[in-house]
């Protein structure tokens, strides 16, 4: 894959990859007391293997300029194989969290497998690795399909990729050590989050150079909902991570507001992580595998308008919600609380239109797994979005926040929406991106369906009842007015649940692996090009028709 | 509204402009705010900081990731109020760089942990939780009584965390090993420094039992002996609203 | 419009535009859509009117209702106490003997007195207040400041060994540490004190050793725990004749206790809970104790 670099960005890389040794190295010197070192033995290990991966192939001959004439399609690849694997690791994780507080001395007597330090661990790994690599790698391959246009060139979506995975593994590994902001999906610490404003900001400006030089006068739905992604996650990123660093040797640093002005900073940030990556980076990728998939039109481009703008819009203004009737104003709880119910019109917008898409591919959808994953995600999305505003409604916040009811709705949408849609995109994809006929087994891709729906139903249902009756547990009353229940009471009665949603945890992560496999045995099986995507080209095709006018 | 969009929708940088300007709105009226007006942290002159090692048991508790499992945010609701003490006020977490107000309770909250439970009982308990809870879900960590607390560099935390508005002297950022050190070995000048600096109030003890060099149990447990202390202000509150 | 493309499905018109294969329908929105988009408006507008909702730069709209999370819950806490007050007001000032006479007084502790333990004095104590290792049972006939509801409701109020001004204070000095007895006093006077609540180790250990020990017992332990080591209630310290250990019987564990010294610390309530919470514990182990072993 890297002889497909010219010379001239061969050389771009090893500079590159020579900056962050020596980042790394500086990194690791200031930091040698401290968890920052290890951090800058990595980074300084991560830019050596980088360097020998180019030295190698240094010499080899130019690719020719046919090249040009197709879509650069390699990081997809890559960073869909790190999905997967970033998937099972994340799920590994996750399953072994949940593990823990059935059984909670399976930490081995140690720090770095505490729950504590393995909970944000999974978080990361699954959202981050497995949801960012998923959404990095589709949106440049649907970038480049709705442009009919090339990436503007070879070597800033390799920067994205794996500058983006070093801060994955930055993350994920200062966990173990102990190093965190504590900020709830914005955990890790200065230095990584400089590392990705710097990949972001390649990543924004490789989607801007790439839609200039689009060959479509209209920018299609999918990217408006990867720019929104690419750009508030920006702005959310900067904002919440400001701190200052206790000295350069240290990776530790102390958030730049406090309070009840960093509690609504923070939420604000985790809220809009949920929207903006969790949502609108996947709403981009469905808006193109679904009715690819399907063979079927969008159902409403106004619609499509609609929510987005709601979406962007309103989403911005909810995360109070997780702050109700705490020290934060009333008013702000407020304007979280209303803008939250407001926006669920935007979301079943969306679930909608995708839903009606599917109207004329129904049959499609009984027999192809792979659709059915995006149909099921479609359906959880609109579910996940009624939940979350009726969560948001003061009243019924004060029974489930602090509760599983939380962590079950969290995983209505991570499970039923975000994975789901991945697995759907990845397995129509990887066919089209290597080539080959089909997956490797469809009868595998069932497998994972099943075994996905079985682990998500398990999972939410235990820990709707869970945290319902924890909710309820905490507030009843006994018949003299006093607390019927303390709280070890209500630990004692989550044991079931917790037992139950491990092991429907642990059919999903199941399902991940058979589809980690499949994959893998789909590439290493060499067949022809039998669907007409594979060959697809940047060049517009000879429809005949010119661009035309919505019928307005 | 589609007019418009169907305008922004051919041209890349509109597009991109109009998705920040439509998803600043939200977050500028409803963060700028709370700095302007004034009551959204109530006025308490008698808030204290964090002592360093406070902030080094502080910096354990982030580290170990207890906020996963703790809130330190009583809601205002009667339930919480009647289990767990006053509800929690802004000002409370002021000097709290980031705040732990947490999101989840699968233990229960401790805003107003300190002094509910001697230091033996924090150490027995988190050594091994089920020792002393046979029930709990907590994970042990038997490994803090073991490790040295790194005290060294506590000038340089308390120096950051002036940077972003905490008031530290520079007296405190200069003794601030030395008052780490201090407040686990009472009856030595060490020991009266703290108190000099940071009020007769605070706990001056070896909070793991045993006296010298801070462990991190030490420095986590007077962590949690502080817990709901630094101010008074929510015990007042609660009986100015009660009208008494 | 230059070329008209129909759906067969749906019948709807598309936009014409096509991107790598995929098409829009131009469907209008919904009207149930737009319904609700006014209908989720209007009500925000009406709950923003009547509610704190608005910024103004240095303060924000306080809502028509004049509504307060904070008046709100100190209300409803109030009228809470309010309602208990056929019960509360009775345990609040009826002596011990009173309650205790009264069957439907004492379930009303029992209900409340149960949540109040687990929640502050179960971590220590344990659910069952039978105690644990270094934490003394509750439930036992033996008592360490005396296990009258008065001597009880005391020791929750000021706590012993606590930072609390009227605290109760005890002490079991460091024999061992402090140099006052000799390694070989230490054993024989653990052996005879183990002796004299389990009768396997009297038989176990040679009676010249239980002499010795009992020789320092004299010299050394009478002075708190008593002539007949049934300890003292002024002084807090235990009776060791029973079979109830704070710190367990075991050899170690005694030895541990006279070489080292104890000084248990229970935190003072005195703050954190109200008198009439702190009654209702009181009469809760006091009944916890009649109803157990
Ligand atoms: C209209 C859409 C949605 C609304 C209004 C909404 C609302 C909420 C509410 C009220 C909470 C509970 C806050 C608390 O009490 O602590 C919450 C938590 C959460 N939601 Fe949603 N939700 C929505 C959609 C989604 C979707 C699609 C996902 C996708 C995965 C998601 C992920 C989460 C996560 C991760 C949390 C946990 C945050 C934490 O760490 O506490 N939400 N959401
Ligand atoms: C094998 C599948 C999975 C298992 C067994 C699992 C398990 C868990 C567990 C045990 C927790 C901690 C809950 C607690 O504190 O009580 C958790 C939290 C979380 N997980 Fe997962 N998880 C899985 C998959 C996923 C996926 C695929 C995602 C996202 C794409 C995800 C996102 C999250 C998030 C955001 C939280 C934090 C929730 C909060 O703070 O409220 N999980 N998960
Ligand atoms: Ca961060
Ligand atoms: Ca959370
Ligand atoms: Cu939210």
Not at chain 3, 169 to 186: C, V, W
């Amino acid at each position: 894959m890297i002889a497909q670099l010219t010379k001239s960005e061969r050389q771009l890389a090893l500079i590159i990859l020579l900056a962050f040794t020596i980042c790394g190295l500086a990194m690791a010197i200031a930091g040698r007391q401290d968890p920052l070192g290890v951090h800058g033995a990595i980074v300084m290990l991560a830019g050596i293997a980088g360097i020998f991966g180019v030295i190698y192939v240094y010499y080899e001959p130019e690719p020719d300029e046919g090249r040009l004439a197709l879509y650069y399609d390699d990081p997809t690849k890559v960073a869909i194989i790190l999905a997967m694997i970033w998937a099972v690791i994340g799920m590994f994780i996750g399953d072994w969290v949940a593990w823990q507080l059935v059984f909670p001395n399976l930490t081995f007597d140690a720090g770095w497998s505490s729950f504590g330090r393995i909970r944000p661990a999974h978080t990361s790994a699954v959202i981050f690795g497995f949801g960012g690599n998923g959404l990095i790698g589709t949106s440049l391959y649907v970038l480049q399909r709705t442009s009919r246009a090339r990436l503007p060139d070879q070597i800033s979506p390799w920067f994205v990729l794996l500058g983006y995975n070093l801060f994955c593994l930055l993350a994920a590994t200062g966990y173990f050590m102990g190093v965190t902001q504590s900020k709830e999906y914005a955990e890790p610490e200065w230095y990584a989050d400089l590392l990705l404003e710097i990949v972001w900001i390649v990543y924004f400006v490789i989607y801007m150079r790439t839609l200039a030089r689009r060959k479509e006068p209209h920018i299609y739905v999918a990217n408006w909902y990867y720019m929104a992604f690419i750009l508030v996650v920006a702005i959310l990123h900067t904002v919440n991570n400001l701190a200052m660093p206790v000295s350069f040797g240290h990776a530790k640093s102390y958030s730049a507001f406090s309070g009840v002005q960093d509690a609504m900073t923070q939420w604000w940030y985790g809220h809009n992580a949920v929207a903006f990556f969790l949502t609108s980076g996947f709403l981009g990728m469905m808006y193109y595998y679904l009715p690819v998939r399907a063979g079927r039109p969008i159902y409403s481009y106004r619609m499509s308008i609609i929510s987005f703008w709601g979406i962007t819009f309103m989403y911005m203004w909810v995360g109070s919600h997780h702050l109700h009737y705490t020290a934060l104003p009333q008013w702000v709880q407020t304007l979280g609380m209303t803008f939250s119910l407001m926006l669920l019109i935007p979301s079943w917008g969306s679930a909608g239109n995708a839903l009606l898409t599917l109207n004329g591919a129904w049959h499609k959808v009984r027999d192809d797994a792979t659709l059915r994953f995006m149909m099921v995600a479609a359906v959880f999305y609109g579910l996940t979005t009624f939940e979350g505003s009726f969560m948001a409604i003061r009243s019924v916040n004060s029974l489930s926040h602090y509760t599983d009811w939380t962590v079950g709705h969290v995983h209505a949408g991570a499970l039923g929406w975000v994975a789901m849609i991945t697995f759907g995109s990845i397995y129509a994809s990887v066919p089209w991106l290597w080539k080959r006929e089909r997956m490797y087994s469809p009868a595998l891709v069932e497998w994972h369906f099943w075994l996905a729906v079985a682990g998500l139903f398990t999972y939410v249902f235990a820990m709707w009842n869970s945290g319902i009756i924890q909710g309820l547990m905490w507030r009843t009353y006994n018949s003299s007015g006093t607390l019927s229940y303390s709280f070890i009471e209500t630990v004692i009665a989550m044991k079931p649940y917790y037992v139950a949603r491990a092991v429907g945890g642990f059919f999903f992560f199941a399902g991940a692996v058979i589809g980690l496999y499949n994959i893998v045995m789909t590439i290493r099986t060499a067949g022809q090009p039998a669907d007409e995507r594979a060959a697809d080209r940047p060049v517009a095709q000879p429809t005949g028709v010119p661009a035309l006018q919505p019928g307005e | 509204m589609f007019g418009l969009h169907y305008k922004l929708e051919r041209k890349t940088m509109s597009l991109a402009i109009g998705i920040i300007i439509a998803a600043s709105i939200g977050g500028l009226i409803e963060i700028v705010p709370l700095f302007t007006i004034h009551q959204t942290v109530e006025d308490s002159p008698d808030m204290r900081v964090y002592t360093p090692l406070e902030i080094a048991g502080r910096n354990i508790y982030i580290r170990e990731g207890c906020y996963a499992c703790h809130s330190q945010m009583i809601r205002t609701l009667r339930d919480e109020v009647e289990r767990y003490g006053p509800y929690s006020l802004a000002v409370e977490s002021k000097y709290d760089h980031p705040m732990l107000w947490g999101s989840k309770r699968t233990g229960p909250d401790i805003a107003r942990l300190g002094g509910k439970y001697s230091d033996e009982w924090h150490v027995k308990h988190l050594t091994n939780p089920r020792d002393v809870v046979p029930e709990s879900v907590m994970p042990p960590y038997a490994y803090l009584t073991r490790a040295k607390a790194r005290i060294d560099d506590l000038g340089l935390h308390l120096a950051a965390l002036r940077k972003v508005g905490v008031p530290y002297t520079d007296e405190m950022i200069a003794n601030a090993s030395n008052d780490a050190y201090g407040q686990t070995t009472p009856d030595t000048p060490f020991a009266e420094g703290v108190t000099k600096r940071y009020g007769e109030a605070t706990n001056v003890r070896a909070f793991d039992g045993q006296p010298g060099e801070p462990t991190e149990m030490d420095a986590l447990v007077a962590y949690l002996q502080i817990l709901g202390k630094l101010t008074d202000a929510a015990h007042k509150a609660k009986t100015a609203a009660a009208g008494e | 419009m230059a070329v008209e493309e129909r759906d067969p499905v749906s019948g709807y018109l598309t936009t014409g535009h096509e991107w790598n294969g995929i098409k829009e329908l131009n469907t209008p929105v919904p009207r149930t859509v737009v319904f609700l988009l006014w209908a989720t408006f209007l009500y925000s507008v009406v709950y923003w009117i009547l509610m704190p909702a608005w910024p103004l730069g240095v303060t924000y709209t306080k809502g028509l209702l004049g509504i307060d999370q904070r008046n709100t819950v100190a209300e409803q806490i109030k009228d809470a106490a309010s309602d208990r007050t056929k019960w509360s007001k009775l345990i609040d000032t009826e002596s011990f003997e009173a309650i205790q006479a009264d069957p439907k007084l004492m379930k009303i502790v029992r209900q409340t007195g149960a949540t109040l333990f687990g929640d502050n004095c179960a971590a220590c104590h344990g659910r069952t207040a039978e105690g644990g290792n270094g934490f003394p049972t509750l439930v036992s006939q033996a008592f360490l400041w005396g296990g009258t509801p008065d001597a009880i409701a005391e020791t929750i109020r000021v706590g012993i060994n606590s930072p609390h001004k009227d605290s109760r204070t005890s002490q079991m000095p460091a024999f061992g540490r402090d140099g006052m007895l000799k390694r070989e006093q230490i054993d024989d006077v653990v052996d005879y004190v183990r002796s004299l609540s389990n009768p396997a180790v009297a038989k176990a250990i040679a009676p010249a050793k239980l002499a010795s020990g009992k020789a320092v017992f004299t010299d050394n332990c009478v002075a708190c725990h008593g002539e007949n080591a049934t300890g003292n209630i002024e002084l807090g310290a235990p009776n060791l004749r029973d079979n109830f250990w704070i710190y367990s019987g075991g050899a170690q564990s005694v030895f541990t206790t006279v070489w080292g010294g104890r000084q248990g610390h229970m935190p003072s309530w005195d703050s954190r809970l109200s008198a009439l919470d702190r009654k209702i514990l009181a009469l809760y182990l006091v009944n916890l104790r009649a109803a157990g072993p």
